[in-house]
């Protein structure tokens, strides 16, 4: 009998995009289109972006609490605090919604995506070691873990560790190993004191079901990689490699699997691809108007950001002051689905000041006001200075939009 032969199966047709499909998409996905979701709430918010980046810095708020709000509008801070950390000293046993890992960088995580890191906990322990290398690593280790056993959460400090100089890397031998677990998965973070992170056993804080490292490599990997899709709308393969700091080989190993799908778009010039969800549905509703932290998921990744919106954004906080171009904490300002300023703000009592001001034209003047207005009214102040923009003309008129609306 002859072997009949099947021809290879024909190549499925790849979608083509326009840059504005691709923007919108982005914007849809990251949910800065249409109306707030508000019965999910923050958590909601966590759950759909799969990593929100923590960072020291505090200007009108901590960045972790500057990202639901740009999505959510003027949501309580304490709210957002619970929603993330909601276990507390008088209810311990409270299930998690969330853990600290890192995903982008340190990351607050929801709960279920626990086993998803699995990959990064055994590539750590394969590792064998931080950047930090300890004395005694056994012994250390051992007495964090005898100590949380004993008492339960504890902070560093609680634990007897911190830092032995003044940077912040001098770290005690406490705090290597505590770090050491947290890496490795012995020890988890799902709430936080007075910013300080708050260690557990992981055996005790993360739910039965969750608690395992059953998953190989590549179902790890396809489920972050699909995330990132479902987070993005439409990526390139560096894009997806970002999100959650994967290396380029690992996302070619899985994205075929991972169901999002082939996509080109217009001035892009690389491979993409798209969620299907997000082009089964066009993008529609009101675009939302706020001022977005540097650590917001929409723009962490600086060529992305360019590439989609054409807009250039650099964190100055670690730039030395005479070489800064838009000021310490420059956060963009989004508007019509655009970036189309920036505004590094601060505050003085009840005053919120806007130190330096950057925006694109004449048309970004009313939406720099109403996100200043929104911006001051979340964080208890009730009067706006603006001190300096790049073009004295659009300084004038922000002050009298301001001025018109009894802000000024």
């Given at each position: 009998?002859?072997?009949?032969?099947?021809?290879?199966?024909?190549?499925?047709?790849?979608?083509?995009?326009?840059?504005?499909?691709?923007?919108?998409?982005?914007?849809?996905?990251?949910?800065?289109?249409?109306?707030?979701?508000?019965?999910?709430?923050?958590?909601?918010?966590?759950?759909?972006?799969?990593?929100?980046?923590?960072?020291?810095?505090?200007?009108?708020?901590?960045?972790?609490?500057?990202?639901?709000?740009?999505?959510?509008?003027?949501?309580?801070?304490?709210?957002?605090?619970?929603?993330?950390?909601?276990?507390?000293?008088?209810?311990?046993?409270?299930?998690?919604?969330?853990?600290?890992?890192?995903?982008?960088?340190?990351?607050?995580?929801?709960?279920?995506?626990?086993?998803?890191f699995a990959f990064r906990r055994r590539a750590r322990r394969a590792k064998g070691y931080r950047w930090h290398v300890m004395e005694d690593s056994a012994r250390s280790c051992a007495a964090v873990l005898d100590r949380l056993k004993a008492e339960g959460p504890l902070t560093t400090s609680e634990l007897g560790g911190g830092r032995t100089g003044g940077e912040w890397w001098d770290w005690s031998e406490t705090k290597i190993a505590v770090e050491w677990l947290l890496d490795t998965g012995e020890v988890v973070c799902t709430r936080r004191r007075a910013w300080k992170r708050v260690y557990d056993l992981a055996e005790r804080a993360v739910p039965d079901a969750l608690l395992h490292d059953d998953l190989d490599d590549a179902a790890c990997l396809r489920r972050l990689v699909a995330q990132a899709g479902s987070a993005m709308g439409v990526a390139t393969r560096a894009d997806l490699a970002d999100y959650h700091r994967l290396k380029a080989k690992q996302v070619d190993a899985v994205v075929a699997d991972s169901g999002l799908v082939p996509v080109e778009v217009e001035g892009w010039g690389k491979p993409a691809w798209a969620d299907p969800a997000a082009l089964a549905a066009p993008p529609r509703g009101r675009h939302r108007t706020t001022l977005l932290s540097p650590f917001d998921s929409l723009i962490w990744d600086r060529p992305r950001t360019e590439r989609i919106f054409g807009f250039t954004h650099r964190l100055e906080a670690y730039v030395p002051r005479p070489r800064r171009v838009h000021g310490y904490f420059a956060m963009p300002l989004l508007a019509g689905g655009r970036l189309v300023g920036r505004v590094d703000p601060a505050r003085e009592g009840t005053t919120l000041v806007a130190r330096q001001v950057s925006m694109q034209d004449s048309k970004a003047v009313a939406p720099m006001a109403r996100a200043l207005r929104e911006a001051a009214t979340w964080v208890g102040c009730d009067e706006i200075r603006v001190e300096r923009c790049d073009d004295p003309k659009l300084t004038t008129a922000l002050r009298a939009e301001l001025t018109r609306t009894g802000d000024q």
């Open positions: 009998m002859t072997a009949v032969t099947q021809p290879p199966p024909l190549p499925q047709p790849v979608t083509a995009l326009s840059r504005d499909d691709a923007r919108r998409m982005a914007l849809r996905a990251q949910g800065l289109v249409g109306a707030p979701d508000r019965r999910a709430g923050v958590r909601g918010v966590l759950r759909h972006l799969g990593a929100v980046q923590l960072d020291t810095i505090s200007v009108l708020a901590r960045s972790h609490e500057l990202v639901p709000y740009a999505r959510l509008g003027a949501v309580g801070r304490p709210a957002v605090e619970s929603a993330y950390w909601s276990a507390s000293s008088s209810a311990p046993a409270a299930r998690p919604h969330s853990f600290e890992y890192w995903s982008h960088a340190a990351c607050i995580l929801p709960i279920e995506e626990w086993p998803h």
